[in-house]
């Protein structure tokens, strides 16, 4: 009984051993770096480490596979090592182009058809009088002559109305469009966050 412990204990040390070397040989970490040697890469590091593209991956799995019947009729390791060398390399330094991202649209804003008078989209394609066309992109936003602030007005004739001189008493807060420099005088700010290109203070 004590001579089959002593061969458990014996045969989980060399297993153990056997891991620890076989992880030792995965270089973890390892990076290519500029101006480096790729020849050292192994077949390892090129299926391993994540840092590799996955379009780069695929290519190699790609060139390995088309190179099946090449690669099993070698005769000599020196001869099958270049032609996995040759494969290794051809993905490594292939061109991976860059994936242009796509720009966030503006809630609401980017698929308006008709007209924008300081965040809001309205369904006509003409602004309401006294105010001018401006077009940006493929937007269109009403505004102000320069330099003059736009007010709300009760009059259904005319809901928007432009001013020269500081907003009125009962609208201290004022909204700002980036996209025109537009401002419009309000009572408050909207309690929800204003939506992006709209600051209000």
Do not use: H
């Amino acid at each position: 009984m004590k001579y089959d412990y002593e061969r458990i204990a014996l045969w989980s040390i060399v297993i153990v051993l056997v891991i620890v070397v076989f992880f030792q040989q995965r270089r973890s970490g390892f990076t290519l770096q500029a101006g480096m040697d790729t020849s050292n890469v192994s077949v390892l590091d090129m299926m391993e480490y994540k840092y590799i593209p996955d379009k780069k991956r695929s290519a190699y799995k790609d060139m390995l596979t088309s190179n099946a019947n090449t690669l099993t009729t070698t005769t000599t390791g020196d001869q099958y090592r270049m032609k996995i060398d040759q494969m290794m390399m051809a993905a490594l330094n292939m061109t991976v182009p860059t994936p242009t991202p796509t720009p966030t649209p503006t809630p609401g804003l980017q698929f308006c058809t008709g007209v924008i008078i300081v965040g809001d989209c309205v369904n006509s394609n003409t602004c309401p009088s006294g105010l001018t066309t401006r077009t940006i992109g493929n937007l269109k936003y009403c505004v102000c002559p320069t330099g003059q602030k736009l007010v709300p007005s009760t009059g259904s004739d005319k809901p928007f109305k432009c001013i020269n001189t500081l907003c009125p008493p009962g609208m201290p807060r004022m909204i700002t469009e980036t996209a025109t420099g537009q401002q419009m005088c309000t009572m408050s700010c909207p309690t929800t966050t204003p939506p992006p290109g709209y600051t209000c203070v």
